[in-house]
């Protein structure tokens, strides 16, 4: 015998009114031990008694002001290389990873090629192939090749970078459905054509987050080129250092590369997050 | 229409296709029925070329399906296929999946291809979703776009790969529907299935295959009502004790 049954349902719970003391109760107690654990690292460390010559040494106000605009200059000339770069790198690896893609037989020689490059490339310092290309190329003076160390410092970078978005692009290759290639081929679409529409703009889609990781990387890296006499932010805070023996300069430096890279990574995980989202909702 | 001779497949040393002999007649539907792993689907797509088999030969219209005078597009352009989980390209809306193959591989104008293209779209009743990304619609609509897909090429033989088993059982019915109007056009189709109500209302013939072997062919009343080979038999007697029959 089942109980009788009310004809219509229960209404919906009543919402409850926002509790402060459900809301105040761990939000003190979150920012008193934030206080607290804070507070006591930053006693321990002013209080030391080498703090004030740290302070001096490292930030230095009127050290920072004064070194400013010139790092600031060099820094346009690390935004300005990491654009470029990003840009060849981008173009350079894609054409890399189609050729490794590409399943032809008659293909064979240049998927070993990828290969060997990708094995060199990613086998060696990128500090290495910086050197090796910005001082020793220009030093060969070959006529009709470019003599600047930061046009060869650059080169080095987009050819060491190259090697992983390489691998990057060919995970997002791979990671499309075979099917997708099977339905493109039985549509009549020849290797390019499956290539060019059925399988890029997927396997793009899939390499966006490792990629933005990348361009942070990027964005960092190009401070390498100051060891080939690139006057870019880190050089210039390195000259100012060897006149004034402060390195308040190299803070300067520093933040303005927190500056950079830091909306740039809080970009990447948005767009991961917003990945995540997509495949989550593709799969429910 | 399609002559299939020896057809022999191996994947490693499993053998999946045992020397399969079948003719396809023009306008005929037939339907390939068996378990899992009978070698169904690798038949069908050793017809246009998704697999190359080991031995045997092809022939349609008395051409063989390797023989290079069809050119890189000319079987593809003859033989349509769908797949059982869609295979549409996600990035792509609805219409941009049917108007690439007439524009990319017969060469037609974006005028044309979106023509062609919704002309296919309103024979399924799906011209409202042309619009629409794939992942916006349900199973049954996703299939409906991928049968105008292939038809939107206007094959002459229409390959099916268990078209319906991904789908929630109600929303079969419209796909299967869709179906029955090709048959009603004279469209010559293959047709893999598990649907065994699907094959025998739809069916001119139907193959049961088993261990990569046709053991018997029939009309479908005579196959699912007096099946005369003990395997088919005993196929037939596990879907019936499973109430798939």
């Known amino acids: 015998m089942i109980p009788e049954q009310p004809t219509t349902p229960p209404p919906p719970p009543r919402r409850r009114g926002f509790d402060w003391r459900r809301a105040l109760v761990p939000g003190l107690i979150s920012s008193l031990s934030i206080l607290v654990v ?23 106000l009127d050290h920072m002001l004064a070194a400013l605009p010139r790092v600031a200059w060099g820094f346009l000339t690390n935004m300005k290389v990491w654009l470029i770069a990003m840009a060849c790198i981008g173009v350079w690896a894609l054409l890399l990873a189609v050729i490794r893609s590409l399943r032809g037989p008659w293909f064979a020689p240049f998927r070993l090629m990828v290969v060997l490059y990708i094995d060199l490339f990613r086998g060696l310092p990128a500090l290495l192939l910086v050197i090796l290309f910005g001082f020793g190329i220009p030093a060969l003076r070959i006529p009709g090749l470019p003599s600047s160390g930061l046009f060869w410092g650059g080169f080095a ?84 250092t060897s006149s004034t023996f402060n390195y308040s300069s190299m803070v300067v430096a520093a933040l303005l590369f927190l500056l950079a890279t830091i909306p740039m990574a809080r970009l990447a995980d948005w767009v991961t997050h917003r990945d995540r989202v997509r495949r989550l909702q593709l799969a429910g | ?49 998704l697999i190359e088999p080991d031995w045997g030969s092809i022939r349609l219209d008395g051409v063989a399906v390797e023989d290079p005078s069809w050119g890189k597009t000319g079987l593809q352009r003859r033989v349509g296929i769908v797949f059982q989980s869609y295979n549409l390209f996600p990035h792509m809306r609805v219409i941009d999946n049917i108007m690439l193959a007439p524009r990319k591989v017969r060469g037609l104008s974006r005028v044309e291809a979106h023509d062609k293209a919704m002309a296919v779209l309103a024979l399924f009743g799906m011209e409202r979703f042309a619009r629409a990304y794939p992942e916006q619609l349900s199973g049954g609509q996703q299939q409906r776009v991928a049968l105008a897909r292939a038809l939107a090429g206007e094959p002459e033989v229409l390959l099916l790969d268990e078209v319906t088993a991904a789908l929630d059982p109600e929303l079969v019915g419209e796909v299967m529907a869709a179906i029955r109007g090709l048959k009603a056009q004279g469209l010559t189709m293959v047709i893999v299935t598990h649907e065994m109500g699907f094959a025998r209302d739809l069916a001119d013939r139907v193959c049961f295959l088993d261990g990569g072997r046709i053991v018997e062919e029939a009309p479908p009343g005579a196959l699912f009502n007096a099946p005369e080979h003990p395997r088919t038999r005993q196929f037939l007697e596990r879907l019936l004790e499973g109430g798939r029959l």
């Open chain 2, 1 to 49: 229409m399609i002559e299939i001779r020896g057809l022999t497949k191996y994947f490693g040393e499993h053998l999946v296709l045992d020397r399969v002999t079948l003719d396809v007649a023009k306008h005929e539907v037939v339907c390939l029925i068996g378990a899992s792993g009978s070698g169904k689907s690798t038949l069908l797509r050793c017809i246009n070329r």
């Open chain 1, 157 to 240: 970078m987009v050819l060491s970078y190259s090697a992983y978005v390489c691998e990057i692009y060919r995970a997002g290759i791979d990671a499309v459905h075979e099917g997708q290639r099977a339905a493109a081929k039985a549509l009549g679409l020849n290797e390019g054509q499956v290539m060019l529409y059925a399988i890029l703009p997927q396997a793009l889609r899939n390499a966006v987050p490792s990629l933005m990781n990348i361009v942070v990387a990027l964005q960092k890296d190009v401070a390498l080129l100051s060891v080939i006499g690139v006057r870019d932010a880190v050089r210039e805070a390195q000259i100012y």
């Open chain 1, 38 to 60: 804070f507070g006591g690292l930053a006693w321990l460390i002013a209080g030391n008694e080498n703090w004030p010559r740290i302070q001096r040494q490292f930030f230095s």
